[in-house]
């Protein structure tokens, strides 16, 4: 049964602000998920500038995002085989050192800069699940969802004023010079996280990179709520987001008359998030589980709001609420996943979350618009909140959901 923080708890959870170990790991993150997101905003720019085609674009973040996506698996396998520290070492360093290359090919190849992306998306990629299972060894399990919370909190602060912050550097910096901020942060990510400390031994002697990976496969089977969970959070993410990443500036464009509604979304949404944080950092529902599904659910009132023809503040308020349902997921689902798997797999069991959750977003993008042209845009969006709401309510059906843990499910079947 799960109960309310008892009050050593939450002496626990103040203190974390003075755990310069704690510190340390949300400085490393939050720095890499600054320089995650400010690439695609500073190459914008860059667009903006003239130093670079919007065609061009297109390719160097294709590149970043086949570099990421090669690289989660690998991380993965690489941390668990290693040490987590080490590995978000090695991938913030290889970010940092291939951001100033993108930086040099600025106005001068384009196939450099796809290249130095593909590196750098590389690094990003195989930091994730790393900073996932060190987590995980520096926090302990009574502050973890706190602390999950607070790393979240931070990169959405961060997404909210990085665009204002941006602008204010755009007026002493180009754009070239702004790639080397970024390279900066890839340095504070590669190299402010602490220690961890890992619980077991490392074996000297492993199998090959294929087994190893299928080790983690076989872990994330054994935990039937994972799977269903993270079955719905694609399905969400290739749908739900999809959607109304293709449809919101057509809409704001088409129906409303301008951008507002659109910059007005989009920082709903992140407002949303923050608001979802703050929430989750001190709630804890007796069905964990089950309320962060229905809280994913929620993303289809996002593609719901554009399908009718409703006042632009009603759009407003669906993102607002689309942002605190995301985040009452995410924290619950971090630290579950954190909380019930072995430590051992721990990094190649998130690196599946960060590959299908993720991997799958630029499928569905690349599928909405050739589907909204063929069919129009109300059956797309239409289809899309339905499997927004429906593939939650599909997974919360699944044993161990409920709490997501399996010692649930199994208390649940023996009684």
């Given at each position: 049964m799960t109960t309310a923080p008892s009050a050593a708890d939450s002496s626990k959870g103040r203190s974390?602000?003075?755990?310069?170990?704690?510190?340390?790991?949300?400085?490393?993150?939050?720095?890499?998920?600054?320089?995650?997101?400010?690439?695609?905003?500073?190459?914008?720019?860059?667009?903006?500038?003239?130093?670079?085609?919007?065609?061009?674009?297109?390719?160097?973040?294709?590149?970043?995002?086949?570099?990421?996506?090669?690289?989660?698996?690998?991380?993965?396998?690489?941390?668990?085989?290693?040490?987590?520290?080490?590995?978000?070492?090695?991938?913030?360093?290889?970010?940092?050192?291939?951001?100033?290359?993108?930086?040099?090919?600025?106005g001068r190849s384009v196939a450099l800069m796809a290249a130095a992306a593909a590196v750098a998306g590389a690094g990003q990629g195989a930091c994730r699940p790393a900073f996932q299972a060190l987590t995980a060894e520096v926090v302990d399990a009574a502050r973890r969802q706190r602390a999950n919370a607070a790393m979240t909190l931070a990169v959405r602060v961060t997404t909210l004023a990085g665009p204002a912050a941006t602008a204010v550097l755009a007026a002493v910096l180009d754009a070239g010079g702004l790639l080397l901020v970024i390279g900066a942060l890839w340095l504070v990510a590669a190299l402010a996280p602490p220690a961890g400390r890992r619980t077991g031994t490392i074996a000297r002697e492993r199998p090959g990179f294929l087994a190893e990976f299928t080790e983690g496969v076989a872990e994330a089977r054994r935990h039937p709520w994972f799977l269903a969970g993270l079955a719905a959070l694609t399905a969400v993410i290739a749908t739900g987001y999809s959607a109304t990443a293709v449809a919101l500036p057509v809409v704001s464009r088409d129906r409303y008359g301008s951008e507002a509604v659109l910059a007005g979304a989009a920082t709903a949404y992140i407002a949303g998030a923050l608001i979802g944080a703050v929430i989750i950092a001190r709630w804890r529902p007796r069905a964990q589980g089950w309320s962060a599904l229905a809280a994913l659910g929620a993303y289809g009132v996002a593609p719901l709001s554009l399908l009718l023809p409703v006042d632009p503040w009603v759009v407003i308020a669906a993102y607002v609420a689309t942002g605190i349902g995301i985040e009452l997921f995410n924290v619950p689902w971090f630290t579950a996943t954190q909380r019930e798997v072995a430590p051992g797999k721990l990094a190649r069991v998130s690196s599946l979350d960060f590959l299908l959750s993720y991997g799958l977003a630029p499928l569905g993008l690349a599928l909405i618009a050739p589907a909204m042209d063929a069919f129009g845009p109300e059956p797309v969006l239409g289809a899309c909140a339905a499997a927004c709401f429906l593939a939650p309510a599909l997974a919360a059906l699944v044993p161990g959901t409920r709490r997501f843990s399996n010692a649930a499910a199994a208390a649940r079947t023996s009684d």
């Open positions: 974390m602000l003075r755990d310069a170990a704690f510190l340390r790991l949300w400085a490393g993150n939050t720095a890499s998920g600054l320089a995650t997101w400010a690439l695609p905003f500073v190459l914008g720019l860059a667009v903006l500038e003239r130093s670079l085609s919007a065609s061009a674009l297109g390719a160097v973040l294709a590149a970043r995002t086949a570099g990421f996506l090669a690289a989660v698996p690998v991380g993965g396998v690489l941390a668990d085989r290693r040490s987590r520290r080490e590995m978000v070492l090695w991938a913030g360093l290889t970010a940092a050192v291939a951001t100033p290359v993108i930086a040099y090919g600025l």
